[in-house]
């Protein structure tokens, strides 16, 4: 794994360690955070009913994560694996099985309490007759008598204010069940957990949680496997560098995960048995502090992997299958996309992180010396791009006064606009250079939306248009395109577009980064900052909706749609109301209207399937955005049914709310008044 491993990755786990020690993660905190929920234990207990803390909060998970505390009451039942533990005048119950009965779960037959035999054909109120007749516990008996508020699957959940717990009476053995008895002797050739700590494992015994398996004809007399005991100690064995592996495993399916696929379908339990599994079968030198990111790396292909087949082994009973009923169609596809975005993000996610701010700090932390360390990673411009676009924002915020008032615009306005404000003059200059295409945009949007068009005011506005055309390969030069196609001079359109396509080649840098040979290439050269942005980056098009007339058409629904908060998008709630647009992708757009005007068929055929090409890339940045405009594009060529499978897809890939269902409208309203007119 080390010789495929770019270098920076671990630059970014020592500091991925640093701010998580910072929010709570160091070995002190964490123990201290488990002592206090043993000693809770031991207060709630009582003679009768013995009360444990399991899960998240058991683990010592942090605040920011808002975990739920999983209580579990032992019932003082008697449980035995046969006849010979019987012991007299107690309330006894079997284990038993059939053919069945699925792996993972049993059934609980009463015992005599007079002589060690099972009983049959007998009616209580408790218990039930399986199909084998045998007098079987319900498993909807016990928890009928312990209601304490919201009914939550197995347990009963309440609200105790500062923490939501879950509580379920469960039965207790204490011997090791035979279904798991592989996991005492399968071959660990890593020796995690040792010998000593399996058989304090094996100590621990097994929790029967009432509740049936969903596919079982017999579920309601159905107690499933638990070994909640043996996973707590097993947790409590993780090192520092696997304790926040599993921390970020639970953080990132809960901003990444859980707000696109809901009914807890991809649960912290699966991810502990991802934990389990990967650490059995891994060299213990491979968990150290500056591996953590390639540790989550590896938790996130294990996950995949399971996901794509739909099967995820039970730690201690392979055979269970724990994804049964859970991920399938729909679901099993949503989950593969996200992870697959994860997986190709590299560590670029990490800073989409909101539990705890982690994001936030993590992106501090990785632009102490910005230059220097980004500079050395194949995501430079990622980071340097999303450095910008937040000193962008801050800019954009400062100056946006200016847009509402007539001014003459000259370089002393925003030499004012950027005095003393940024860290790095040659980042000042960048931005400077940005914000001449925002002005000209702005101003050429402004004048022709008047009635009379003021010509020396245009001329302005392609002047400071011309000025921003070289922030960077694509962006600026695009906006100058879209210019000239509001003014129907396509002749200029065209030149300045082909310009930019000349200029695209294998090296140049976008939001989803290239391999590791351009990079090297790139810094063979000792580019300044400058010249690495203007020579080989390609920012994503920004459209304001004060620039509504130099806006293709096709943009100005997905720029007035509402724009909801994206987790999954770090400075997606700190931009002004923007529509966002991949550069590549905006490019073979505008080729394709520019010779949709002049009619060249050829060319136009030829940007359509360059659109297509690039979407069938799955590495754009805003997808959603880039679905819809090539939707519009087939509409133009009367493909309506593709047009409509696109549009069909933005909507379920869109991170905010898509101008696609307006589009869906607008097509349904379309057909509807094509059916009229021919009846």
Request: proline content about 3%; hydrophobic content about 40%; overall charge neutral.
């Amino acid at each position: 794994m080390a010789a495929n491993t770019p270098q920076y990755y671990n630059e970014v786990s020592l500091r991925l360690n640093g701010v998580l020690d910072s929010v709570g993660l160091t070995e002190d905190i964490r123990w201290k955070r488990i002592n206090m929920w043993i000693q809770s234990e031991e207060i709630q207990s009582e003679q009768k009913l013995k009360w444990h803390v399991f899960g998240s909060q058991a683990e010592a998970t942090t605040p920011g994560l808002h975990s739920d505390v999983d209580c579990v009451i032992c019932r003082p039942e008697m449980i035995v694996k046969d006849l010979e533990s019987w012991v007299p005048g107690i309330q006894t119950l079997l284990i038993v099985s059939d053919e069945n009965t699925h792996p993972g779960y049993v059934k609980l037959q009463e015992v005599s309490k007079n002589q060690p035999r099972p009983v049959y054909n007998r009616h209580n109120v408790y218990f039930k007759l399986d199909r084998h007749a045998r007098s079987v516990l319900c498993n909807d008996s016990d928890v009928s008598k312990f209601r304490i508020s919201e009914h939550h699957g197995p347990a009963n959940r309440n609200d105790l204010g500062r923490y939501i717990t879950d509580h379920v009476i469960a039965m207790r053995l204490h011997s090791w069940p035979e279904q798991s008895s592989q996991w005492m002797t399968r071959i660990r050739r890593h020796n995690w957990p040792s010998q000593e700590n399996i058989g304090v494992v094996l100590e621990t015994g097994a929790l029967l949680v009432p509740v049936g398996h969903k596919l079982s004809g017999e579920k309601h007399l159905e107690w499933r496997l638990s070994f909640s005991y043996g996973e707590k100690i097993l947790v409590w064995l993780f090192n520092p560098t696997q304790y926040k592996c599993y921390i970020l495993l639970k953080m990132i399916n809960q901003c990444f995960i859980k707000p696109v696929v809901t009914d807890d379908v991809l649960s912290s339990y699966h991810c502990k048995t991802c934990m389990f599994y990967l650490i059995e079968n891994t060299p213990t030198s491979m968990w150290q502090q500056d591996n953590l990111f390639q540790c989550v790396d590896l938790c996130l292909r294990l996950l995949y992997k399971w996901i794509e087949s739909a099967i995820c082994p039970n730690y201690f009973i392979p055979e269970e299958n724990m994804f049964d009923c859970k991920v399938y169609g729909h679901v099993q596809g949503q989950l593969l996309d996200i992870l697959s975005n994860l997986l190709q993000q590299k560590c670029r996610y990490l800073v989409g992180i909101s539990c705890d701010n982690i994001g936030q700090k993590l992106m501090i932390a990785c632009q102490t010396p910005i230059m220097e360390f980004e500079l050395q990673c194949e995501d430079v411009t990622r980071i340097l791009l999303m450095s910008v676009l937040f000193l962008f924002v801050s800019f954009f915020n400062a100056v946006q006064s200016f847009f509402d008032i007539d001014l003459m615009w000259d370089q002393s306005i925003l030499d004012r606009a950027f005095s003393v404000r940024g860290p790095r003059q040659e980042v000042n200059a960048i931005l400077m250079t940005f914000f001449y295409s925002i002005i000209g945009s702005k101003l050429a949007s402004k004048i022709l939306s008047q009635e009379s068009i003021d010509q020396h005011g245009l001329n302005m506005a392609h002047d400071y248009l011309l000025r921003g055309s070289s922030s960077d390969v694509a962006s600026g030069k695009l906006k100058l395109a879209a210019f000239y196609l509001a003014q129907d001079n396509l002749e200029m359109s065209e030149d300045v577009l082909n310009e930019v396509h000349e200029n695209y080649s294998y090296k140049i840098l976008e939001f989803t980064g290239i391999s590791n040979n351009s990079i090297q290439a790139i810094l063979s050269e000792n580019l300044s900052t400058t010249k690495l942005i203007s020579q080989y980056t390609a920012f994503p098009v920004l459209y304001h909706p004060s620039e509504i007339k130099c806006t293709p058409n096709a943009l100005t629904l997905q720029m007035f749609n509402s724009t909801m908060s994206n987790q999954g998008d770090p400075y997606e709630n700190n931009l002004p109301r923007m529509v966002r647009v991949d550069s590549k992708f905006f490019l073979y757009f505008l080729q394709f209207i520019c010779y949709l005007r002049q009619n060249k068929r050829s060319h136009k055929e030829a940007a359509l399937n360059n659109m297509i090409c690039t979407i069938r890339q799955k590495n754009l940045e805003f997808i959603d955005t880039d679905l819809n405009l090539l939707a519009y594009c087939l509409m133009q060529e009367g493909k309506s049914r593709n047009a409509y499978n696109v549009l069909s897809k933005s909507m379920k890939l869109a991170k905010r709310d898509s101008s696609a269902k307006w589009q869906i409208a607008f097509f349904v309203n379309a057909a509807f008044r094509f059916i009229r007119r021919r009846q």
